[in-house]
């Protein structure tokens, strides 16, 4: 079965800091990942996708993530935090362990915090 | 702008009322999805059709039940529901239903059983 853990449920930055959230994955097959961000009382929104393209992938508001199959992690990254960028962020693996439905695996979430 | 749509976004209801949460895309989309994300967990699927065909999760409790009624619609109906339902309740659509298909949220119900 594939899973993904995101570690730290909680982290705080101050504004113009580097945003690094954690997420590592478990799979016996290729996996294709997900940064989803939500904003209180919101909605999910994609942030950005890997799909065994580049391993680096470039995404909305300046995130970015890397692919590291090594080290089984998809972590995202932003070199400098504004306080918009203050929200929940969730890390998904596309569950292709069945069929071909799309559905997602969810981490845990982490918070993010922007100190000003 | 093409978007999902959720209605109501706060609903309250009381235990055993049934419940009926409703969602609708201009996307034109052939999957929709059902997820619950209970306070500070992850979002969970519940369900979710492609096209007329559905398809239900196997935890999902016997209580929750969905409609498609066209493409454009879906609806969520708790029978009976219990303080422990709730939730938010996220639709979601995306185009094909593949592995690396986006999958496009609406804002989400909160939805309160008291």
């Known amino acids: 079965a594939q899973s993904v853990t995101q570690l730290g449920s909680h982290v705080s930055v101050s504004e113009g800091a580097l945003v690094l959230l954690r997420c590592n994955y478990s799979s016996s097959v290729p996996p294709y990942l997900f940064w989803y961000v939500q904003y209180p009382n919101q909605g999910l929104q994609l942030l950005l996708k890997y799909t065994s393209a580049a391993t680096l992938v470039k995404g909305i508001n300046g995130f970015e993530a890397e692919f590291k199959k090594s080290e089984t992690s998809f972590h995202l990254t932003k070199p400098s935090a504004h306080m918009s960028d203050a929200a929940e962020y969730f890390c998904a693996v596309s569950d292709s362990g069945s069929s071909n439905t799309g559905k997602l695996i969810f981490g845990q979430g982490t918070t993010l915090q922007v100190k000003p | 702008d093409a978007m999902v749509i959720q209605n109501p976004r706060y609903q309250v209801t009381q235990f055993g009322k049934p419940v009926t949460l409703s969602c609708s895309q201009t996307?034109?989309?052939?999957?929709m999805y059902w997820y619950q994300q209970k306070s500070s967990q992850a979002p969970k699927l519940l369900f979710h059709y492609y096209d007329k065909d559905f398809n239900n999760e196997a935890d999902t409790p016997d209580n929750f039940q969905s409609r498609r009624p066209n493409t454009s619609f879906c609806f969520l109906d708790i029978r009976s529901p219990g303080l422990g339902d709730a939730a938010m309740y996220l639709c979601?659509?995306?185009?094909?239903?593949?592995?690396?298909?986006?999958?496009?949220f609406g804002p989400g119900t909160r939805l309160t059983v008291l």
């Open positions: 996307l034109n989309h052939n999957v």
């Open positions: 979601a659509t995306s185009r094909a239903g593949g592995y690396t298909d986006t999958q496009y």
